[in-house]
Every structure is written in structure tokens, then in C-alpha cells.
């Protein structure tokens, strides 16, 4: 798609993220499509049909990249953010995605499930959306008056996190990390169509799946809207002086292709290629509003958060299901405020969600997105686990016996160890 402008360009990217979401809010919905729920029913019920589904949705984004990149219709090595990055900060997406994946078990839901708790209704997740925002607008951006960052200061300086990092000699994709150079083209090719086949796979081959309509439906679309959302930034351009540029490239050299500066977006990063990611763009909204809405500070996640809600919304009000829902207690509101600050910390330190890395990251390979996502579940599950013992055996159940018999669950320690006996 390529515009004379680039204010037409951008408003094509806007709107286009906006309705992408309204799509994906409106079906999560519909369908109950929950990535914590989709652990919750593996580790509590032995149920695997939403967890089919969320593995689907890989599936589709994965092979839908795989055609996007071989017919050389989008690149997605420049994304934002950058999945493919040579430097492996294998540490942070793992413990970030621990991290995170206890807060979603805190919070009741990941943050595109927070999105659609509040378009339902769900006051509570008001709530949870700003603190998470707050969390993650202060791990990027410095405090007012000084130069140091929550990211800086707790993990890069306090924990030296970053130091663990190994810097690669190109992108971290499992095609040029097998292939190298010249063979990474067709090595995303095959690794990328092996991966999606085995997902897909998996997933169908459950009767129970395939015979659930709202969980096909659910994986398919879920991943659609991924793939969608990348083809679109991937896509847009404008044209300058008979040359395509994108829109990175553009705002990036403003000052050198542009007549004025009205009309400049605050940061060039946000208008890369990308797809949906929830906590870094919480995060965004927040700074949004504290330059009291200014246009240069609207960005593709900050429309795909209004287009999730609004789709959430629509769906609850034709359904008669919005419902109006604050904390039950004040140990409710503990658990959400605690969920909200750990899934802020470590949706950003593991550079996403459950969406941002469990989907639109592994759908490019990225050996990191597969780190996070595999703490993303480890958490959530490790939560569950230990909350169900407590649940069961109360006072007896001390925090470090549900933990020793979780991990025992979960084949991490020897049985002999465990204190309680299995549930």
C-alpha cells in the first residue's frame, strides 16, 4: 500500500491496527480465547482445548509469516520490538516471562484478557491497565528530572541482568542461527513450516478440538489478526520523490525529507513493522495521556488497545453480557495490584505477553520469544499449582511445602522430597 503522504500513510496504519483489534477483542470474547485460562484448565482439569487453541494460533501466525517472507511481500527482521535482535537477552525473557506469568495468575488474565475484561465490563481491570501502564511507561522512559529508568536501575545496574546476554554474531531467528547468512531464507522456510505443522497438529489431531467450534475458530482468527497486523505495517509506504520508504525510514529522516516538522511522530521506533504486543503499548497510552493526547504520541499499540476493548465491548452489549464488576475484598484488590506490577516488570523485560511473544514473537522464529513463552507458562503454572496445594491442605500447606510438591508435580525435583501428598 503506498501513499503520496505520509499523513495518509499513518492514518492508513492507525485505523487499520484499530480494526484488526476490534476483530480480535470481539472474537477472544466470543470464544473465551484466555492463554491463562488455557493453562488453568491443563493444570487443574487435565483440559487441553484452549491450550490447542493458543498453540493453533502459533501455528497460523508461523506458517502466515513463513509466506509473507518468502514471497517477499514483508521482512520482519526490523521489528518493533526487535524479535530478531542480534543481542540474546536470554536471562530477561525468561525471567521476565516467569515473572509475568505469575502476574497474569494474580491479575486474573494476561493483558490482551485484561483489554477485554474491561471492555465486559470489569472495573477492577481499569485498574490493573494502569498500574501495569505506569510500571512499563517508567521501565523505558527516565523519571521526571533525572536519567535512570525502572529497567535500568533494578535489572541492567541492580541485578546486572544484561550482562548475561549473548551478543550473536547476526539475528537470533532460528534460520540464521542454523542457516547462517545465505541459508536463513530458507532455513525460516523450512524450521518455520515444520514448527507450524507440528502445532497444527497437535492441535487438531484432539476430536475434542476439532469438534469445538469456538476453539478453532478462536486459533484461527487469534492468529489471523497477528498475521494481519503484519502484513499491514509491513506494508504501508510512501512514496517520496518516485522512492517506497516506509514509515520508520521517513520519521527517522524527517528533518531531510520532510518540508516542516508538524505532523513528526514523537519516536520512530513504534512506526516499525510489527504486530500486536499489549504491556510496552500500556505503557504508551500512558505517556499518550500525560502529553494530553498529543497525535505524534498515538501509535499502533496505543489503537490496538482501544480497537481490543471496543471489540470486547460491541460483543458484550450484543450479547447481554457486559456486566459492571469491582473487587470482591481487599485481598482481591492485593492479589490484582500485585499481578498488575508483575506483569508490568516482566511483560517488558521479556519484551511481551502471552500475545506479544507467545504469538506475534515465536511467529518469527525468534529463539528469545521461545525462552519467554516457555516462562510465561512455567510461572503461571508453578502459581496455580502452589495455590491449589495451599487451597487443599490450608495451615499445613506452607509456602515452601507447596512449592517443593509443585515442583515434584512438575517433574523438577525427585518425589521423595514433597511433604504433600499429591493432588
Not at 447481554?320 to 482481591?332: I, P, Q, T
Amino acid at each position: 500500500m503506498l501513499f503520496e503522504d505520509f499523513a495518509s500513510a499513518q492514518s492508513t496504519l492507525l485505523w487499520s491496527s484499530f480494526a484488526i483489534a476490534f476483530v480480535l477483542g470481539m472474537v477472544v470474547t466470543k470464544t473465551n480465547f484466555c492463554t491463562m485460562g488455557a493453562v488453568s484448565d491443563v493444570v487443574n482439569i487435565g483440559d487441553t482445548g484452549r491450550m490447542r487453541a493458543w498453540f493453533f494460533a502459533i501455528a497460523v501466525a508461523m506458517i502466515g509469516v513463513v509466506i509473507l517472507e518468502a514471497t517477499g511481500t514483508v521482512s520482519v527482521d526490523g521489528s518493533f520490538p526487535p524479535y530478531r535482535g542480534s543481542n540474546l537477552v536470554w536471562a530477561e525473557n525468561l525471567i521476565g516471562g516467569i515473572l509475568f506469568g505469575i502476574g497474569m495468575t494474580f491479575g486474573s488474565g494476561c493483558g490482551n484478557k485484561t483489554l477485554v475484561r474491561i471492555g465486559g465490563g470489569n472495573l477492577k481491570s481499569i485498574f490493573v491497565l494502569w498500574v501495569i501502564g505506569t510500571i512499563a511507561y517508567y521501565m523505558v522512559n527516565p523519571f521526571p528530572g533525572s536519567d535512570k529508568t525502572l529497567m535500568s536501575v533494578l535489572f541492567i545496574n541492580g541485578t546486572h541482568l544484561r550482562d548475561l546476554a549473548i551478543s550473536l554474531s547476526g539475528p537470533q531467528d532460528l534460520g540464521s542461527m542454523i542457516g547462517g547468512k545465505e541459508g536463513a531464507a530458507d532455513m525460516r522456510i523450512y524450521i518455520g513450516t515444520a514448527l507450524a505443522l507440528i502445532l497444527a497438529i497437535y492441535a487438531l489431531k484432539s476430536a475434542d478440538f476439532r469438534k469445538s467450534f469456538d476453539n478453532v475458530f478462536a486459533g484461527f482468527v487469534v492468529g489471523g489478526c497477528i498475521l494481519a497486523a503484519w502484513y499491514v505495517s509491513g506494508t504501508i509506504g510512501v512514496n517520496i520523490d518516485g522512492e517506497t520508504n516506509n514509515l520508520r525510514s521517513v520519521v527517522e529522516g524527517w528533518d531531510f525529507i520532510m518540508d516542516e516538522s508538524e505532523g513528526r511522530p514523537a519516536a520512530a521506533a513504534s512506526w516499525s513493522v510489527q504486530s500486536f504486543t499489549f504491556i510496552n503499548p500500556m505503557g504508551q497510552s500512558l505517556g499518550y495521556g500525560a502529553e494530553n493526547f498529543d497525535y505524534s504520541f498515538l501509535t499502533f499499540g496505543i489503537m490496538s488497545l482501544f480497537g481490543v476493548i471496543a471489540g470486547a465491548f460491541v460483543w458484550s452489549v450484543l450479547t447481554r453480557s457486559f456486566r459492571f464488576e469491582w473487587f470482591v475484598d481487599g485481598k482481591d484488590f492485593l492479589m490484582h495490584v500485585i499481578g498488575a506490577v508483575l506483569m508490568g516488570f516482566g511483560g517488558v523485560l521479556a519484551l511481551g505477553c502471552t500475545i506479544g511473544q507467545g504469538i506475534t514473537g515465536t511467529s518469527t522464529l525468534a529463539l528469545g520469544s521461545f525462552i519467554a513463552l516457555a516462562g510465561i507458562i512455567f510461572g503461571s503454572a508453578l502459581t496455580m499449582k502452589i495455590q491449589y496445594y495451599k487451597l487443599v491442605y490450608e495451615e499445613e500447606a506452607t509456602f515452601v511445602k507447596s512449592l517443593v510438591a509443585a515442583l515434584c508435580d512438575m517433574k523438577m525435583l525427585p518425589g521423595g522430597l514433597r511433604k504433600l501428598e499429591a493432588v
